[in-house]
């Protein structure tokens, strides 16, 4: 399996089988990615999360060969056997296991039960078969169609030529859909190999809810020779089962897995778009030093305002009314000196957007808007209420808004990562897959950036290698009992926080203004020693390896460097851009806001994000969520509300 691996990967064994031993003994991801490069050869993170999700699937191939190997221990033959034991898929496996798995009655079994097999032997022989009756001959007919239709050779060549050749075929069915959303895919056809993800997901919405029907189309020429290949039928009675059981069983069967194929391809892509956007989103640049004023519009129930200190704090709460008197702004900004309002992207944004940039105008304050996607959940969630107990639900959504502008990182993993907006068809994926890959990109994230021990919240400290949801509520209380950690060896004092954890997280934590300078670095304390010898010398030789003294001078140098800092910081704006205002050829800031298959939607900062198509950008570019960019309008359509852009 460790070969296999290797081969599939295209990694050495030295580096594949010493990594795989460090995921079996429970060291976690990021933990073996920044601290045990010597072990690993240097892998990156991507690497071994690669590596350990296809040491899941060859471990799972396995244990369901040896189930298979186990069942039919009493029918295996020699050449069965290594059958079973060199597939390398588990299609493969399962194309092997079809004829000998249990079925429900069909109608081939019944012309078994019948006596009927001689009969279909001499069919298949093209031997005499004497008079048998129109039903013993249907009955064993029957019998050859199934066996071809359950032929693994068969069926694997079947599928390869569906699809290398075949075709996906859309029509409209009688489900409603007012507003003509599948309106694209009513008279569809396109080839297998040429549909992207964003198309697949679409036409199985638009097939679950019925308002799509959708066939495999396969040229007779790409089933009719993989078939006469191995049944070779010359007598008109076999070549009349052959045929039944290609139309009737075999591609009825080949359909329904290409199609879930296709499915499992999209929802890896589009789990993996989802990933990426989130990993930017989760990078933007803090804005630190900043008083903010939280702004979530509001029509019918007002602004929500909160003013939160460059510490997160919250200083000041109210409501404004965009219809009433507008003192409220002003009033707030000149007592708690705001030098910064984030404005939710809501209902109401663009007039609250109007109203902020008329009212800071000549002043040095500016203004960003900000995705609000999640804000509502994290207000009614029990975090909330524990972070915010005096506040009102409503009023705790705008302290979520000032706080994003402070620390993305910080405030986002409050957040169930698929209430963020930043997917593609999210409600369609596989949701234990989905959560799995958030999960992942926050752990990456959080670890790659470091965590303050003293200020972090529960729900920023389970995210943390080693650490989880449990033992981050342990560490809050005891912080809350006995106050700041002084340094990280007082983290062996939290009850339940045992060696392994403290050898897991201890370098994703820091302690800033501590007894231990270096606890405010990402040096792991089982190097300590030898960042001091460093300190010293750092010419001299060392019993360290190459990747953890490269580490360590760097950490040295730079001690508890935020990756975050090196990316361009958001766009603060003092001016609104209008609709009015774009005409083609224009030339714009933007921020990403999200990133498809099929391009990118630009946040311009006005009503509507513009579309950046794939085909404006140049081949093999990828924008990231968070990302600015420089953009030209290419068209507008006022009356659909569509901008069309491509970079500058």
Same mark, same amino acid.
């Given at each position: 399996m460790i070969e296999q691996l290797a081969q599939r990967l295209q990694i050495p064994i030295h580096q594949v089988e010493p990594t795989v031993k460090l995921l079996e003994e429970g060291n976690t991801l990021p933990f073996i990615a920044r601290y045990r490069k010597e072990v690993t050869g240097g892998l990156d993170e991507e690497q071994i999360r690669k590596l350990e999700a296809e040491w899941k699937s060859l471990k799972n191939l396995e244990e369901r060969r040896?189930?298979?190997?186990?069942?039919?221990?009493?029918?295996?033959?020699?050449?069965?056997?290594?059958?079973?034991?060199?597939?390398?898929?588990?299609?493969?496996?399962?194309?092997?296991?079809?004829?000998?798995?249990?079925k429900r009655k069909t109608r081939a079994t019944i012309a078994r039960e019948k006596g009927l097999e001689p009969l279909a032997r001499l069919i298949q022989r093209h031997a005499p078969i004497g008079n048998p009756t129109p039903e013993e001959?249907?009955?064993?007919?029957?019998?050859?169609a199934e066996e071809m239709a359950e032929n693994p050779e068969i069926r694997s060549a079947v599928r390869d030529k569906a699809l290398r050749f075949g075709k996906l075929k859309s029509k409209r069915a009688k489900g409603e859909d007012e507003k003509q959303v599948y309106a694209?895919?009513?008279?569809?056809?396109?080839?297998?190999?040429?549909?992207?993800?964003?198309?697949?997901?679409?036409?199985?919405?638009?097939?679950?809810?019925?308002?799509?029907?959708?066939?495999?189309?396969?040229?007779e020429r790409d089933w009719r020779q993989p078939v006469w290949n191995v049944c070779k039928?010359?007598?008109?009675?076999?070549?009349?089962?052959?045929?039944?059981?290609?139309?009737?069983? &075999?591609?009825?069967?080949?359909? $329904? /897995?290409?199609?879930?194929? !296709?499915?499992?391809?999209? %929802?890896?892509?589009? #789990? @993996?778009?989802?990933?990426?956007?989130?990993?930017?989103?989760?990078?933007?640049?803090?804005?630190?030093?900043y008083t903010v004023l939280g702004l979530d519009p509001g029509f019918r129930t007002g602004?929500?305002?909160?003013?939160?200190?460059?510490?997160?704090?919250?200083?000041?709460?109210?409501? &404004?009314?965009?219809?009433?008197? $507008? /003192?409220?702004?002003?009033? !707030?900004?000149?007592?708690? %000196?705001?030098?910064? #309002? @984030?404005?939710?992207?809501?209902?109401?944004?663009?007039?609250?957007?109007?109203?902020?940039?008329?009212?800071?105008?000549?002043?040095?304050?500016?203004?960003?808007?900000?995705?609000?996607?999640?804000?509502?959940?994290?207000?009614?969630?029990?975090?909330?209420?524990?972070?915010?107990?005096?506040?009102?639900?409503?009023? $705790?959504?705008?302290?979520s808004i000032a706080r994003r502008v402070q620390d993305p990182l910080a405030e986002l993993v409050k957040i169930e990562p698929k209430s963020i907006g930043v997917g593609m068809y999210q409600h369609d994926l596989e949701e234990k897959e989905l959560d799995g890959a958030l999960a992942g990109t926050i752990e990456s994230v959080v670890n790659q950036v470091g965590v303050d021990l003293n200020t972090a919240s529960p729900a920023l400290l389970s995210h943390v290698a080693g650490i989880?949801?449990?033992?981050?509520?342990?560490?809050?209380?005891?912080?809350?009992?006995?106050?700041?950690?002084?340094?990280?060896?007082?983290?062996?004092?939290?009850?339940?926080?045992?060696?392994?954890?403290f050898e897991q997280s201890a370098g994703f934590l820091r302690v800033r203004g501590g007894d231990e300078p270096l606890d405010a670095s990402a040096i792991h304390p089982e190097s300590y020693a030898i960042a001091r010898a460093l300190l010293k010398n750092p010419d001299q030789q060392l019993e360290v390896g190459e990747f953890t003294r490269r580490d360590i001078l760097e950490q040295l140098k730079r001690p508890g460097r935020d990756p975050r800092e090196d990316l361009p910081p958001p766009i603060l704006r003092s001016d609104v851009v209008s609709l009015e205002d774009l005409v083609p050829g224009m030339v714009l800031h933007g921020t990403v806001r999200n990133v498809v298959d099929f391009g990118a939607f630009v946040d311009l900062g006005v009503k509507q994000d513009g579309l950046l198509h794939r085909s404006q950008m140049p081949r093999g570019q990828r924008l990231s969520v968070g990302q600015v960019v420089e953009v030209e309008v290419l068209e507008f359509d006022r009356q659909r509300g569509r901008i069309s852009l491509k970079l500058a």
């Open positions: 040896q189930t298979i190997l186990e069942t039919l221990k009493d029918q295996l033959t020699p050449e069965l056997r290594k059958k079973f034991e060199t597939a390398q898929t588990l299609t493969a496996l399962e194309d092997l296991y079809l004829p000998y798995r249990p001959l249907a009955g064993a007919q029957d019998i050859l694209h895919y009513y008279q569809f056809e396109q080839p297998l190999a040429g549909l992207k993800a964003h198309q697949i997901l679409a036409l199985d919405r638009g097939e679950k809810e019925k308002v799509l029907s959708l066939d495999l189309v396969l040229d039928p010359r007598n008109a009675q076999y070549q009349e089962a052959i045929e039944d059981g290609v139309k009737r069983l &075999l591609l009825p069967a080949i359909e $329904r /897995d290409v199609r879930r194929e !296709l499915t499992e391809y999209a %929802q890896r892509e589009a #789990i @993996a778009s989802f990933a990426t956007n989130l990993r930017g989103l989760l990078t933007i640049p803090p804005l630190n030093g602004c929500k305002l909160a003013v939160v200190d460059p510490t997160g704090k919250v200083l000041a709460t109210d409501v &404004l009314y965009l219809h009433q008197t $507008r /003192d409220t702004l002003p009033r !707030l900004c000149q007592k708690y %000196q705001v030098n910064l #309002i @984030a404005i939710g992207n809501g209902t109401a944004s663009r007039e609250s957007e109007q109203l902020v940039a008329d009212f800071i105008k000549g002043s040095d304050i500016k203004y960003m808007m900000v995705s609000e996607a999640g804000a509502s959940v994290y207000s009614a969630s029990p975090l909330a209420r524990a972070e915010l107990p005096d506040l009102d639900v409503s009023l $705790r959504g705008a302290v989880g949801p449990k033992l981050a509520e342990k560490v809050v209380a005891h912080r809350n009992q006995h106050g700041a950690f002084k340094n990280r060896a007082q983290l062996r004092k939290v009850a339940s926080f045992g060696p392994k954890a």
